[in-house]
């Protein structure tokens, strides 16, 4: 039994329908993204676009590709292999491709973003955003995430016992 009173199987069925679940929610935005960068390239003036831009949006696609990919492969793996008694090892790779999955889907936004001040105001503003959007990314999926993680671990000090 575990801290909340389930079995070790248990507590790995409701991670896997966590992780699955959270799958969801990324697969939304994975979709759309790739819906609107599918659309751009049928339009009049994608066709007289210079390198760069056709350049920047084939590397979009093919990163909202990977994140398909990545974030679809864990449910993927579980309908084929839940019934082999493989929750850990589902778990455990599931987690590695989300986050590589993420990952993915944060660098085709930020290229995307950036691809688009490009062709409104030029280099500077793909420069600019690419730096934003990329630093709104880490920190928010990674630096916030283990700022709270040192201050669960690491209380202040009137409330250390």
Same mark, same amino acid.
């Given at each position: 039994?575990?801290?909340?009173?389930?079995?070790?199987? +248990?507590?790995?069925?409701?991670?896997? &329908?966590?992780?699955?679940?959270?799958?969801?929610?990324? +697969?939304?935005?994975?979709?759309?993204?790739?819906?609107?960068?599918?659309?751009?390239?049928?339009?009049?003036?994608?066709?007289?676009?210079?390198?760069?831009?056709?350049?920047?949006?084939?590397?979009?696609?093919?990163?909202?590709?990977?994140?398909?990919?990545?974030?679809?492969?864990?449910?993927?793996?579980?309908?084929?292999?839940? !019934?082999? =008694?493989? !929750?850990?090892?589902?778990?455990?790779? =599931? &987690?590695?491709?989300?986050?590589? =999955?993420?990952?993915?889907? #944060?660098?085709?936004?930020?290229?995307?973003?950036?691809?688009?001040?490009?062709?409104?105001?030029?280099?500077? #503003?793909?420069?600019?955003? #690419?730096?934003?959007?990329?630093?709104?990314?880490?920190?928010?999926?990674?630096?916030?995430?283990?700022?709270?993680?040192?201050?669960?671990?690491?209380?202040?000090? =009137?409330?250390?016992?």
């Amino acid at each position: 039994m575990t801290g909340r009173g389930e079995t070790e199987h +248990q507590r790995l069925t409701r991670n896997v &329908n966590e992780l699955l679940g959270e799958l969801r929610v990324a +697969q939304a935005g994975v979709q759309i993204l790739f819906g609107f960068l599918l659309a751009v390239v049928f339009t009049p003036m994608f066709a007289e676009a210079g390198l760069l831009v056709k350049a920047l949006h084939l590397a979009a696609v093919l990163l909202a590709v990977l994140a398909t990919a990545l974030l679809s492969a864990p449910a993927t793996w579980h309908r084929v292999l839940f !019934r082999k =008694g493989l !929750r850990r090892e589902i778990l455990a790779e =599931g &987690n590695r491709m989300v986050l590589a =999955g993420l990952a993915c889907l #944060a660098a085709a936004l930020t290229v995307t973003v950036s691809l688009i001040g490009y062709v409104v105001f030029g280099l500077v #503003a793909l420069i600019v955003l #690419a730096v934003l959007v990329s630093a709104c990314f880490t920190y928010l999926w990674v630096v916030a995430p283990r700022r709270l993680q040192r201050i669960k671990q690491d209380p202040p000090a =009137g409330n250390r016992p």
